[in-house]
């Protein structure tokens, strides 16, 4: 009978150690590994705040590059314009549609000002006539309240004006974070390629292709979703500013059409808050029973929006679960804010596309390879080699 010997210990491991359980160790590892990742990401995410002025607009930039980077193709392919000057083409378009919609909304918003104010003081005496009534509350009580508040106004009137200060520092960051956007949108579409290219020459030579591949693939989950965005919210903006126009308020329906279209953007929140705004709209300007037809609109719009034109349009890498939607949604708004809730899904969609690919999932086969990036890497190769 052969004689049982003892399990030998690995001999890079001390006695000490290896009485230690193996799934303590394991969990050991993982855990530590865990945190200094975590670390990094908490370290990450800091100094991404400190410069959110510049991040931010590079971030809205590379979206509209997804969405008009077609656009500048079929211009470079099809006409005598280079590719610089195609993507000048593009932006000056961009920018005149988007200056030609504030204005329109602002030329009507401003001449349906007086009726605006007129109609808002009526809505406020209505409200507190019905607050009044229904909850018993006597004229003093809101006339207490009323001078409360007052008093509270003036004791922080130094903070209402650092509050000023700081909103004239606020728009020289957005004019500053406009004009930083368009130069990196321009650049983006003009030379987006080569500075991608620049990029991965900076990684090992085994990781280039396979980088290059996966981005490729992230890149066209990114325009999906800009696109979808895009169709999205301009059919949720028409079919809420119809309604507007249906129950009388032609005069509002661009600015409710231009708000809503801004707010679909932003994943559940900025539907439910759009569709709030055009309800409270309608509540003010025409009474209870129209603003009941408005929010059957929106309802009916938006329903149509989720279960019929997002499952439709939406592509294979951009399909996500509802539920990991709204978790990125409001991960992003707890770290970043409304910034965070505005790219939250876009990266999610981008990083779910990369990792499938990397992890042999390839959710668009029919790109293939890009032939002529990997003869690039490789000449590249030789000339360090040389």
């Known amino acids: 009978m052969a004689k049982l010997q003892p399990a030998r210990r690995p001999p890079a491991v001390s006695p000490e150690v290896a009485d230690i359980p193996l799934g303590v160790?394991?969990?050991?590892?993982?855990?530590?590994?865990?945190?200094?990742?975590?670390?990094?990401?908490?370290?990450?995410?800091?100094?991404?705040?400190?410069?959110?002025?510049?991040?931010?607009?590079?971030?809205?930039?590379?979206?509209?590059?997804?969405?008009?980077?077609?656009?500048v193709n079929v211009l470079t392919r099809y006409t005598f314009l280079g590719r610089s000057a195609a993507a000048a083409v593009a932006l000056v378009g961009l920018l005149l549609v988007v200056s030609g919609m504030f204005t329109l909304a602002g030329r009507q918003l401003i001449a349906q000002w007086p009726d605006i104010q007129t109609k808002a003081v009526e809505g406020f005496q209505t409200l507190m006539q019905w607050v009044t009534t229904t909850f018993q509350i006597d004229a003093p009580m809101i006339n207490s309240a009323v001078d409360e508040a007052l008093t509270q106004l003036q004791k922080n009137a130094d903070g209402l004006v650092n509050g000023a200060l700081s909103t004239a520092s606020t728009l020289g960051n957005i004019v500053t974070g406009i004009v930083v956007c368009l130069f990196s949108l321009f650049f983006f579409l003009a030379g987006g390629p080569q500075i991608w290219r620049w990029v991965v020459g900076l990684l090992p030579p085994a990781a280039r292709g396979a980088t290059h591949e996966s981005f490729r693939r992230g890149w066209r989950a990114l325009a999906e979703y800009a696109r979808t965005q895009i169709l999205v919210a301009g059919v949720d903006a028409t079919g809420i500013a119809i309604g507007i126009v249906?129950?009388?308020?032609?005069?509002?329906?661009?600015?409710?059409?231009?708000?809503?279209?801004?707010?679909?953007?932003?994943?559940?929140?900025?539907?439910?808050l759009s569709g709030a705004i055009a309800v409270l709209i309608v509540l003010v300007m025409k009474g209870v029973v129209p603003a009941l037809i408005m929010l059957g609109i929106v309802v009916a719009v938006q329903q149509l929006e989720g279960n019929v034109l997002q499952p439709f349009l939406m592509g294979k890498a951009v399909a996500l679960h509802p539920l990991g939607v709204f978790l990125g949604v409001a991960l992003g708004a707890m770290v970043a804010g409304i910034a965070g809730a505005l790219f939250a899904i876009p990266m999610i969609a981008f990083v779910n596309a990369t990792m499938l690919y990397l992890v042999g999932r390839d959710p668009n086969p029919e790109l293939g390879t890009d032939d002529a990036a990997a003869q690039y890497y490789r000449e590249l190769e030789r000339s360090a080699r040389s």
């Open 246 to 272: 249906v129950l009388g308020l032609a005069p509002y329906g661009v600015p409710i059409w231009l708000l809503v279209f801004l707010f679909s953007f932003i994943p559940l929140i900025g539907a439910v």
């Open 25 to 71: 160790r394991r969990l050991a590892a993982w855990s530590w590994r865990l945190i200094v990742i975590t670390a990094a990401a908490a370290l990450l995410l800091w100094g991404v705040s400190k410069v959110s002025t510049l991040v931010v607009p590079v971030l809205i930039a590379v979206l509209l590059a997804a969405l008009l980077a077609p656009l």
